[in-house]
Every structure is written in structure tokens, then in C-alpha cells.
Nanobody, 117 residues
Framework: QVQLVESGGGLVQAGGSLRLSCAAS????????MGWYRQAPGKQREWVAA???????NYADSVKGRFTISRDNAKNTVYLQMNSLKPEDTAVYYC???????????WGQGTQVTVSS
């Protein structure tokens, strides 16, 4: 089993920054992709960013240039640095760990990010 624990959410004014962290523990295989999703009230959960164990990154268009995902493989931790935050970034942010073969997802409990205008 794998457990994911997020931290770093909070309330920030538009234009501000926050850094989310997600620590994974348990029986973790080395080949995986870690990422972040978010869900705003009344909306479906959407993908935000992902990083492979090799360091390859991908971002949703809505956050490209503002958010940076990184990971520390030795600590099994993934980070999301969020800059130039907008009110539309307000959501619960979920950490995800995905094994590719066979495909399987683990999820964190979520952390609230609120951006005030």
C-alpha cells in the first residue's frame, strides 16, 4: 500500500505564491509518475501537472509558465510551486501517484487552495 500526504495549502491573494508538498510512503516502486490534480466547487477534477521518476514534466495549459512541479526521489516527495496565482486557481489540490504497468492510481486526501481577488 501507498499513502500520500499533502501539505502547503492555504489562503493567498491574487498574484501571490504557494508551495504544495506531497510525501509518499509505503511500498513504492521506482518507476512511477507523480502529479497534481485539482477540483473546484461544482467542477470535475482536472489534471494540473505531472513528473516522471526520470524528471520529465508536463503541465496543463492553464498553469503553464506559472506552476512548477518537481520531485525528490530520495524522499519520495513531489512539490508544486504555484506563482502568479489567480482566483480561478481556487480548488482542492490532490496529489497522485501512478504506476504505468499495470496502471494503478493512488491519491492523497487533498489540500485546499483559496486565492482571493
Amino acid at each position: 500500500q501507498v499513502q500520500l500526504v499533502e501539505s502547503g495549502g492555504g489562503l493567498v491573494q491574487a498574484g501571490g505564491s504557494l508551495r504544495l508538498s506531497c510525501a509518499a510512503s509505503g511500498n513504492i516502486f521506482s518507476i512511477n509518475v507523480m502529479g497534481w490534480y485539482r477540483q473546484a466547487p461544482g467542477k470535475q477534477r482536472e489534471w494540473v501537472a505531472a513528473i516522471s521518476n526520470g524528471g520529465s514534466t508536463n503541465y496543463a495549459d492553464s498553469v503553464k509558465g506559472r506552476f512548477t512541479i518537481s520531485r525528490d526521489n530520495a524522499k519520495n516527495t513531489v512539490y508544486l510551486q504555484m506563482n502568479s496565482l489567480k482566483p480561478e486557481d481556487t480548488a482542492v489540490y490532490y496529489c497522485n501517484l501512478r504506476y504505468p504497468n499495470p496502471p494503478y492510481d493512488y491519491w492523497g486526501q487533498g489540500t485546499q487552495v483559496t486565492v482571493s481577488s
